[in-house]
């Protein structure tokens, strides 16, 4: 079992910022893509934003121009910042490594943004 874990969900009001991390394993980290996944109520899980072990970059429309994904290779972490928060965001976001289908998930974290 490879440990994926989030941190830095919590309440902000809408136009503020938030950070998310995800911190897993080297090897896994080394070549896995890395990706945050939402759950909202009563929605599908969507995806938000990926980060390859080359670097490559991709979001969602929904978030485009407001979050940045990043890793931090040092730290075996991806980082995910939201600006401009919507109420809309509302979710719980999920860390995901993914190599060639095969899939590791962070239990989430949730952020609410609400005034």
């Known amino acids: 079992q490879v440990p994926v874990v989030e941190s830095g969900g919590g309440l902000v009001q809408p136009g503020g910022s938030l950070r998310l991390s995800c911190a897993t394993s080297r090897i896994i980290f080394s070549i896995y893509t890395m990706g945050w996944y939402r759950q909202a109520p009563g929605k599908q899980r969507e995806l938000v934003a990926t980060i390859t072990s080359g670097g490559s970059t991709n979001y969602a429309d929904s978030v485009k121009g407001r979050f940045t994904i990043s890793r931090d290779n040092a730290k075996n972490m991806v980082n995910l910042q939201m600006n401009s928060l919507k109420p809309e965001d509302t979710a719980v976001y999920l860390c995901?490594?993914?190599?060639?289908?095969?899939?590791?998930w962070g239990q989430g974290t949730q952020v609410t943004v609400s005034s």
């Open positions: 995901n490594a993914e190599f060639l289908g095969h899939r590791y």
